[in-house]
């Protein structure tokens, strides 16, 4: 943590915890406001508003703008509250605001928007709108976000509902299609005529007209388009309802080597699969892993893939029998982000997985399920089917979601409900684990015990058959997403749960980046190309992570149970190239969703935080500068002889590939090496011997130059680079 360590790095939003040695999070805020150093396409940006003031701004005040226009309000004062990045602006359905776009005739926008209630308005109030052949997005609460556009006269509906948790928006326009995401995922795309000459409005239409009663935070713009990927990079650096970062010292070589290798050290596995059937971490790579999660489990699905997914195709497991996915029309079934690498997406009409008895639970009286869920609906009035079985002796249990709750039973009707601080909507991921043992049931959400009950069913369970997204009978379809799904023959504890939860909604990513000057400027200076900061695919937009502790770093490969090491040559097939530079750094991007208090850090509770304790740079670096050493005293007193190969050297373990020289001195004054045929007068390490050169001729030195008198020696080592030099010990043997 001191000179050299963690400390003599740059965090913001994160901390050395001293107490636990250790770097987590500070902070009550995402972190990660748009900069050069991450954003797509930041040479392109026109307009950037953090929206970060306090307090209450009155009508006619300008809102500075860090990139563009200042945004000025209109009529009654905004006020400024927490918002998704630090503060937000909020327009009352009384006050709206403007800047100048300009002329575009392509462009993109990116923010993030909540509803605050029930508008003075009607249904569609203004996000945003424009002049000219304008655009509008409609997002009041109790609505869809929508889209509308003057060359077509109406509404492009998203089919998302507008809701009162953050919710990020990007609106691309390419001059023949607008398009438009949210919380990172493609909503619409529709040809479009759209062209913009003049002002942009937040929070009212152009005309003033149909304001809205909303929150906008951290609002851009750019004269160009971006892709679906980059708007899903924005979207999942500040997606986190917690971040932090951490920037290190600039690491020295030398001089220009090759780096190979960053590995890093945390007390638990953040962003990171179950290893399946290789084995379960332990305290050896994870100092705080309590037990073996990886005990008689039964079935894992990492739910990994890519593309659409066809009717009756494999699900492919890591533990167990392979799944079937259903998908009798055929469309809306398909793999996209997860919550863990891949994720399997639902379109809640016929979409489902089932899963084999073989793979499932044979007679227990315990057992445990655990699943990462996304619902794409903010609000439902229903069920619908997370996990359901059925079982010889009727239903053991089931997940689903009923109305806006979570709930399991072990038979109807529905028990024990609860909306365990669940935020609905796309891109919020939630973690569930329902677990019984003899005579009771209980139901974990986000790692925090969230109901229980007596098992009405028996103190037997047997899993027949079992379904992912749907109800045993055929209905109640799930509409979201779906990642990680284990099942256990053994009821989990609660410190497992917490453990299983912290894989997931804490993360530490990694980018590195190579300099060579000392402060890193040169990088710095790269705006167009991330500052130099790259993940796997040699670009700002990716990280490296524990998704890729697998062998050889392949990602949704064969996971490790060690801490990870991320090997560069390893992601060169993904474009990854590392200059052999001077200089390097790395940073470490922290994140958490945990929405509770479940861990103490100072004797307080706090939300939970991945937790960083070293991370290591490979490989070593030595100063390949020559070293040189006289001995302090003479060896031995005055000598008359020295022996034929009466010289031993011995090397240490770290030995010394460059090779180490050696010269000898009579007086301590004047020192010589043997130039081939007679002794010379030495200087520098080109004008020294090795300790072979040095034993064949040493013992013609007294009957030279030198003559006899108090031998002394001066030793030059050279490093290599990536290996020391050491030497333990000198020996000669001669006569007095």
């Known amino acids: 943590p001191s000179s050299g360590g963690f400390l003599s790095g740059v965090m913001t939003g994160a901390q050395w915890d001293n107490t636990n040695s250790l770097v987590r999070l500070n902070?009550?805020?995402?972190?990660?406001e748009l900069d050069a150093s991450w954003t797509p396409q930041w040479s392109s940006l026109?307009?950037?508003?953090?929206?970060?003031?306090?307090?209450?701004?009155?009508?006619?005040?300008?809102?500075?703008a860090s990139i563009g226009s200042d945004l000025t309000t209109i009529?009654?004062?905004?006020?400024?509250?927490?918002?998704?990045?630090?503060?937000?602006?909020?327009?009352?359905?009384?006050?709206?605001?403007?800047?100048?776009?300009?002329?575009?005739?392509?462009?993109?926008?990116?923010?993030?928007?909540?509803?605050a209630g029930s508008s003075a308005g009607w249904g569609y109030d203004r996000c945003i709108s424009t002049a000219l052949d304008s655009f509008e997005v409609g997002c009041q609460n109790g609505f869809t976000y929508r889209v509308y556009t003057s060359s077509s006269g109406s509404w492009t509906d998203s089919g998302v509902p507008v809701s009162t948790s953050w919710t990020h928006m990007g609106i691309v326009f390419d001059g023949t299609n607008l398009s438009y995401y949210i919380n990172g995922k493609l909503a619409v795309s529709t040809a479009k005529t759209v062209s913009i000459n003049g002002s942009m409005w937040l929070g009212?239409?152009?005309?003033?007209?149909?304001?809205?009663?909303?929150?906008?935070?951290?609002?851009?713009?750019?004269?160009?388009?971006?892709?679906?990927?980059?708007?899903?990079?924005?979207?999942q650096r500040q997606s986190a309802k917690y971040s932090g970062q951490l920037t290190s010292r600039v690491l020295d070589a030398y001089s220009p080597q090759a780096w190979t290798t960053l590995t890093s050290t945390t007390t638990l596995p953040f962003y990171k699969e179950l290893p399946g059937s290789v084995g379960s971490e332990s305290s050896t790579g994870y100092s705080s892993v309590g037990g073996s999660l990886m005990s008689s489990i039964v079935g894992l699905w990492h739910l990994n893939g890519s593309g659409s997914i066809s009717n009756n195709s494999a699900v492919s497991a890591a533990i167990g029998a392979n799944g079937v996915a259903q998908n009798s029309n055929g469309t809306g079934m398909s793999y996209s982000t997860g919550v863990l690498s891949q994720g399997i997406t639902f379109d809640g009409t016929d979409d489902y997985v089932s899963l084999q008895a073989s793979s499932l639970i044979g007679s227990q009286t315990t057992g445990?399920?655990?699943?990462?869920?996304?619902?794409?609906?903010?609000?439902?009035?229903?069920?619908?089917?997370?996990?359901?079985?059925?079982?010889?002796?009727?239903?053991?249990?089931?997940?689903?979601?009923?109305?806006?709750?979570?709930?399991f039973d072990s038979a109807n009707p529905w028990r024990n409900l609860t909306s365990a601080n669940i935020i609905w909507g796309a891109g919020n991921w939630h973690h569930a684990v329902a677990n019984w043992t003899s005579g009771s049931m209980k139901l974990y959400v986000d790692g925090t015990l969230a109901a229980s009950s007596t098992?009405?069913?028996?103190?037997?369970?047997?899993?027949?058959?079992?379904?992912?997204?749907?109800?045993?009978?055929?209905?109640?379809?799930?509409?979201?997403s779906?990642?990680?799904?284990?099942?256990?023959?053994?009821?989990?504890?609660?410190?497992?749960?917490?453990?299983?939860?912290?894989?997931?909604?804490?993360?530490l990513r990694y980018q590195l980046r190579s300099c060579s000057a000392s402060d890193c400027s040169d990088q710095e200076a790269l705006t167009t190309t991330y500052k130099g900061w790259k993940g796997p695919d040699n670009t700002g937009l990716s990280y490296f992570s524990e998704l890729y502790n697998t062998t050889s770093n392949v990602l949704a490969g064969t996971v490790s149970t060690g801490a990870p090491t991320m090997t560069f040559s390893n992601f060169s097939g993904s474009g990854l190239s590392v200059a052999a530079n001077r200089y390097f750094q790395y940073r470490a991007i922290l994140e958490s969703d945990d929405q509770n208090t479940l861990c103490t850090y100072g004797g307080s509770a706090a939300p939970c935080s991945p937790e960083l304790q070293s991370v290591a740079v490979g490989p070593s670096?030595?100063?390949?500068?020559?070293?040189?050493?006289?001995?302090?005293?003479?060896?031995?007193?005055?000598?008359?002889?020295?022996?034929?190969?009466?010289?031993?050297?011995?090397?240490?373990?770290?030995?010394?590939?460059?090779?180490?020289?050696?010269?000898?001195?009579?007086?301590?004054?004047?020192?010589?090496?043997?130039?081939?045929?007679?002794?010379?007068?030495?200087?520098?390490?080109?004008?020294?011997?090795?300790?072979a050169t040095m034993r064949t001729n040493i013992s013609s030195f007294p009957s030279s130059t030198a003559g006899t008198g108090t031998l002394q020696i001066k030793a030059y080592l050279k490093s290599s680079g990536t290996s020391a030099c050491e030497v333990d010990n000198l020996k000669f043997t001669g006569s007095k």
């Open 27 to 32: 902070t009550t805020t995402n972190n990660a």
């Open 455 to 480: 098992n009405p069913g028996g103190t037997t369970c047997v899993i027949a058959n079992s379904w992912l997204g749907r109800y045993e009978q055929a209905g109640y379809y799930f509409n979201g």
């Open 204 to 235: 009212a239409t152009r005309t003033g007209t149909e304001l809205a009663n909303i929150y906008i935070d951290d609002f851009a713009t750019w004269s160009t388009v971006l892709t679906s990927s980059q708007v899903q990079t924005i979207y």
């Open 75 to 115: 009529n009654n004062g905004v006020s400024f509250s927490q918002g998704q990045l630090n503060n937000s602006i909020h327009f009352d359905s009384t006050n709206y605001a403007s800047f100048n776009f300009g002329s575009r005739t392509v462009f993109s926008v990116a923010f993030w928007v909540k509803s």
């Open 46 to 64: 026109v307009e950037y508003l953090k929206l970060n003031p306090s307090g209450t701004l009155p009508s006619g005040s300008l809102v500075p």
């Open 368 to 407: 445990s399920v655990s699943v990462w869920f996304s619902s794409s609906l903010t609000s439902l009035s229903g069920e619908q089917a997370i996990y359901d079985e059925s079982s010889t002796i009727g239903t053991c249990f089931r997940i689903r979601r009923v109305n806006n709750a979570i709930g």
């Open 482 to 507: 779906i990642d990680e799904f284990a099942v256990w023959n053994r009821a989990l504890t609660s410190t497992e749960v917490l453990e299983l939860y912290r894989r997931g909604a804490n993360r």
């Open 621 to 691: 670096h030595y100063d390949t500068t020559i070293q040189s050493i006289i001995s302090k005293s003479s060896i031995g007193s005055a000598y008359q002889t020295l022996d034929t190969s009466g010289m031993t050297e011995t090397l240490g373990s770290n030995t010394c590939s460059s090779g180490t020289k050696y010269s000898l001195s009579s007086d301590g004054t004047t020192f010589y090496y043997w130039n081939g045929s007679t002794w010379a007068t030495s200087s520098d390490y080109g004008t020294a011997n090795d300790a």
